[in-house]
């Protein structure tokens, strides 16, 4: 089968020839691992024209998911200069130089081996589909990720020679929360066996995504920059599923908690928004981790090689950075030089971000005169690496006075929070329905704002 591209595989027979079988090895994984229903069933679906301007990029096409084909598209630069670290100025690689070959050839795998994770994790999550427009969302979420996948494995096979052919292989055969043979990082590790974390995904995890794909957007390695352009054509929706289901979710949790009087409301159908605060803390933190060690070096060598540089970086580039260490039960902050401190300066971007979107809600809940307000964890809460490794914070912040690790779970969803989430998500794809625990699609606060009539 052809690969539709705009690399011009055609005139590149060996690559085009292990492409054509990595696609059938690529399949068998999908059967195993991706979505297993609803492969032929006609959706509006989201397909790459090849085109990088933002206005043609992709067309809309009522196909089912089983005919949608994973193409290999990159977005031309017209620049040809490295732009920062040792060789600034330099011409772009087309090939990796052997100085840079292993940081490229780790960071092409791990960004692959994510994408991957990303369809196992939430599977599943077709048997609960609370409409139609979820359903077909999350079915382009499925197939843009597997997209993303072949992208990054055209890099391995036409520039990492016997290790991306060994690379690419690999990245079939690891497999979500698998004890033998997970994913690499640990949050694609995680099922999303719920829309609410599925949601909480989307709003957090495929933004630090696109905060990863930003960074290598202007990196030295030309095929590497290409191909991110195009997948950043494609990451705002991921981004948009999970913004508008959240507040979707929040919308239905806040009327039922007026006409009930009650934050209780499981009973009625929905998710009780401090339940939704707490599947918030879980994947706020899980998502801190990805951002990498506040302080890390190779982080700096990534960025001195010219290969990645967070958005902005020059404003941060001129004094330290202070940062938590966590020594005998204390916490204290020391200081740092920007370069090391990039994943750090990643993170407080996507914060700054993440705040302006719970901002608004938490607005919206105060004129509907709730007693709830959303809070951003803070930073050091639950993290798994790095650091604040397993110190006991709590969301604020603040150490936990008993001192005991344990006090943190009380943050967490529990055991039995989970279970009546997951009672709620029963399929609904009947046209212009969805389940009750969520508001239709194309609403929000906002209507629910003017429905009440609080509008301050
Ligand atoms: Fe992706
Ligand atoms: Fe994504």
Redesign the pocket.
């Known amino acids: 089968m052809t690969i539709p591209n705009n690399i011009n595989l055609e005139s590149k027979k060996p690559l085009s020839q292990q492409l054509d079988s990595y696609q059938h090895e690529f399949r068998r994984w999908w059967k195993r691992c991706g979505p297993a229903e609803f492969l032929d069933r006609p959706m509006n679906l989201r397909c790459p024209t090849g085109l990088s301007d933002p206005g043609n990029w992709s067309e809309v096409r009522t196909i089912a998911p089983c005919d949608y084909q994973w193409g290999i598209f990159q977005s031309r630069t017209q620049e040809n200069s490295i732009g920062f670290g040792e060789y600034k100025g330099a011409k772009l690689w087309d090939t990796p130089p052997d100085e840079a070959y292993h940081l490229l050839l780790d960071h092409i795998v791990t960004q692959a081996d994510a994408e991957n994770g ?1 369809v196992e994790q939430c599977r599943a999550l077709t048997q609960t589909a609370p409409s139609v427009h979820d359903l077909e969302n999350l079915f382009q ?1 499925f197939l ?2 597997g997209r993303h996948s072949w992208t990054m494995v055209h890099l391995l096979l036409e520039h990492f020679g016997e290790d991306g052919v060994v690379e690419s292989e690999e990245l079939l055969h690891r497999m979500c929360g698998e004890s033998s043979r997970p994913r690499l990082l640990k949050a694609f590790n995680y099922r999303t066996e719920d829309w609410l974390a599925h949601f909480m995904w989307c709003l957090l995890a ?1 933004r630090d ?1 696109r905060y990863q794909l930003d960074a290598v957007s202007k990196s030295a390695f030309r095929p590497l920059r290409e191909s991110v352009r195009y997948m950043l054509l494609e ?1 705002p929706m ?1 981004i948009r599923f999970g913004v508008q289901g959240l507040e979707r979710t929040i919308s239905q949790s806040a009327r039922m908690t007026l006409l009930r009087d009650t934050f209780d409301i499981f009973d009625d159908g929905a998710i009780p928004l401090p339940v939704i605060q707490r599947y918030m803390n879980f994947w706020m933190s899980t998502v801190y981790d990805l951002f990498g060690e506040d302080q890390s070096s190779h982080a700096a060598d990534m960025y001195q090689l010219g290969i990645r540089s967070p958005k902005s970086f020059e404003a941060w580039n001129k004094s330290s950075v202070l940062i938590d260490a966590w020594a005998d039960n204390q916490i204290r902050q020391i200081e740092t030089e920007p370069m090391l401190a990039i994943n750090y300066i990643m993170r407080r971007q996507f914060i700054r971000e993440i705040t302006q979107i719970i901002d608004y809600w938490n607005r919206c809940l105060s004129q509907l005169r709730l007693d709830f307000q959303f809070k951003i964890p803070a930073d050091r809460f639950n993290r798994k690496i790095g650091a604040m490794k397993d110190a006991p914070f709590d969301i604020d912040g603040n150490l936990l006075t008993d001192g005991r690790p344990g006090g943190v779970d009380q943050f967490l969803p529990s055991t039995s929070d989970m279970v009546q989430v997951r009672a709620l998500m029963i399929r609904v794809l009947e046209p212009n329905r969805c389940a009750s625990w969520i508001a239709p699609p194309s609403t929000g606060l906002k209507n629910l704002v003017q429905e009440f009539g609080q509008v301050h």
Do not use: I, K
């Open positions: 990303s979420f843009e990720e495929d995504g990451e991921h």
